[in-house]
């Protein structure tokens, strides 16, 4: 007769299975990466060249202070790949370090090994895979991120001051992170429930009060988001027509702008911060200083405020709400993977990989040559990348309803899903004030919504278990 398996045995079976599970998402994210780094080219378009540029002219006494991209990113840039003489090191350094940030991350978000690997699943995409190859800041930005919140969900405050810091030198806009572990702190020294309140409160209002703040040092991210309309961005129009006149002061002197050929640039997409609207050329023949263009980009700023106010909320709503679900407005790297495949399509050869006398032999039996495999490999990633974000994007979600019926049901409010929360909150309002939807600014929500799901799966095993126990 054959043996029944008894029901321990089958728990442990199932207890095994889940915690391989942890270990073929690691086994299959390392994989990723090796392909990502082994086989996918990077890109070098854009912001790319930029920070090439600042990381060669960085400790030059005429370097040029970049408000939008600081020293922090370039630094890193320069010191791994040796002064820039070894790029691909300097990628190393990046999957290196993000394969580390994302198990560190998974293992202090959740003590349970049977549901960790739920936290795994952003980082098997094979674009966000591939922000570790590109020389954008997107990928070590998201790999921070991960560090800082496994470091305050392990009470070690001071070291996750210092990344936060690390972070600020990557990106000033990071400053709300900062602010963030230096309240942590306080909170955690603070026991009385007005207090931490008042902590509550003060991180929520400094993170408004940056809207006025930007709005005076340096209008340009607020003029990107309210005035400008980058035609290739879906759901973008703009709810203000363009003016048909616009007067403003340069160089002291009075101007008038009526030509629509010029008008129409007012809503074109630039990261040209202090030649905006018109253009460098523009502001030289008008003798236009830095100021004057912030001068123009804040009045610019107030129009489109106040003539269509409502619009303008709903469209912040709206934004905000495709930021918080990773339903990005322009998925470059999901393009740049695009262009890459399409290189490896249309100027794949033969002779690329086998002499001629090999294609003749093959040929001489009707053979095609074959491709390497690694072509086929790309192709099928290529195709599960958007059905992967998409997943993703249903998954969370689902997770927000769960988390609104966990929390309707405690009594008392987990510490590490408020901090998950706080940060999604907080990181997603100021990416739809001060930045257009690309998907590589969003895609670390993905890892905080798997994190708080994961967390509301192990509080329900956890009170089922307890249950037990007293039955």
Known sequence: MLDVPKKENVANMGSKLYKNLEKICIVLIIMLQGWVYLIVPTSNNGDATEYIKIALELFETDSEFKF???????????????????????????????????????????????????????????????????????????????????????????????????????????VFLLVYVMLCILYEKKQAVKTRLSLIVIYFCFIFCLLPAIYIIKPF???????????????????????????????????????????????????????????????????????????????????YL?????????????????????????????????????????????????????????????????RQPSYYLFDTLYDLNKKMLLFLSIASGFVVICFVFTMARMKKPDEKMLHIVAFLLSYNFIITAFAFLYDRYLYVNFFMWMALGCLIVARSVEKKSLEKIKN
Not at 79 to 94: A, K, P, T, W
Not at 131 to 159: E, N, R, V
Not at 240 to 265: A, H, M, N, Y
């Open 68 to 174: 939008l991209r600081l020293f922090g990113y370039p630094l890193l840039l320069k010191v791994f790949s040796v002064n820039l003489e070894f790029i691909n090191l300097f990628f190393f350094f990046q999957s290196i370090f993000f394969v580390f940030t994302v198990i560190f991350f998974a293992n202090k978000v959740c003590k349970n090994e049977k549901i960790r690997f739920i936290i795994y699943a952003p980082a098997l995409v094979p674009s966000i895979a591939y922000m570790q190859k590109i020389i954008f800041p997107d990928g070590i930005i998201t790999s921070l991120i991960l560090l800082l919140f496994a470091l305050i969900m392990d009470k070690k405050l001071i070291k996750a001051f210092v990344v936060s810091l690390i972070l600020v030198t990557v990106k000033l806009v990071f």
């Open 221 to 303: 991210p607020l003029y990107q988001t309210i005035v400008q309309v980058p035609s290739s961005f879906d759901n973008t129009a703009s709810p203000v027509r363009t003016p048909t006149i616009l007067e403003f002061t340069c160089g002291g002197v009075f101007q008038e702008v009526t030509d629509p050929s010029l008008l129409e640039k007012i809503t074109w997409h630039s990261a040209s911060e202090f030649y905006m609207p018109f253009g460098p050329d523009f502001a030289a023949e008008r003798n236009c200083s830095k100021e004057d263009m912030r001068n123009l980009q804040r009045q610019l700023i107030r129009h």
């Open 306 to 370: 106040r003539e269509a106010p409502e619009q303008q909320a709903l469209k912040f709503l709206n934004h905000f709400s495709r930021s918080f679900f990773v339903l990005a407005q322009n998925y470059h790297l999901d393009y740049m993977l695009l262009l890459k495949l399409r290189l490896l399509k249309d100027h794949y050869a033969w002779n690329t990989d086998y002499l001629e006398s090999q294609v003749k032999n093959f040929k001489r039996y009707y053979i095609d040559p074959p």
